[in-house]
């Protein structure tokens, strides 16, 4: 029966294609990781820093709004340029390693809504900097076992200045802020912009 109805050699060779691909698509790493947007990530949270700071001690609805706003602005920014990254070096921005990216950072970024609003709600937004801190960094680190090596290690940095502002002193939760969301964008964005193309 086989013999009668052979299977042309074309379409055999189309479906071990399509199988190599979608191996390979799995087997790679997002590499759109946005350097020169990391940097202006860190720039616009330097910025959120010292606006916050200034308001933060006689008006901490204001300094809660600020840094989320910064935090909306940081997220378009990132996705701005990973979209043009992406676009440069020819990927698809939601290819499958994308995809896992996003999903393993979402869960810490959810978590992170959902504290903000309980530690507001108690009277506790001295916690608001090392918190959001030890979820961004979490969520880094498992996003950065689909990327390029730099990412996890800039998620473990995130982890360590969060596991700092838990134990410091309120007040200084700007200064945390502003070394976290600035300082290290700034430095993991000119490293990735130099090892991987921007």
Not at 32 to 44: C, R, T, W
Not at 146 to 166: D, E, N, Q
């Amino acid at each position: 029966m086989a013999a009668r109805n052979p299977v042309p050699l074309h379409s055999q060779a189309f479906d071990h294609l399509q199988y190599i691909r979608r191996t390979m698509e799995g087997a790679a790493s997002f590499t759109a990781v946005p350097g020169v947007g990391g940097i202006l990530m860190g720039v616009s949270a330097l910025t959120a820093g010292g606006l916050a700071h200034a308001k933060g001690t006689v008006e901490p609805n204001r300094w809660l709004a600020i840094w989320i706003l910064e935090g909306v602005l940081a997220l378009a920014i990132g996705l701005l340029f990973a979209y043009r990254k992406a676009r440069r070096i020819q990927v698809e921005l939601f290819s499958r390693p994308a995809r896992k990216f996003m999903l393993a950072m979402a869960p810490a970024l959810g978590a992170g809504a959902v504290l903000t609003s309980a530690l507001v709600r108690s009277g506790q937004m001295a916690m608001l900097p090392g918190c959001w801190l030890l979820l961004y960094g979490a969520g880094i680190s498992a996003a950065g076992a689909f990327s390029v090596r730099i990412v996890p290690v800039m998620g473990t940095c995130f982890l360590v200045l969060g596991s700092a502002a838990m134990f410091s002193p309120g007040e200084w939760g700007d200064a945390w802020l502003a070394a976290g969301f600035g300082g290290l964008h700034i430095v993991f964005g000119i490293l990735i912009t130099r090892k991987h193309g921007g």
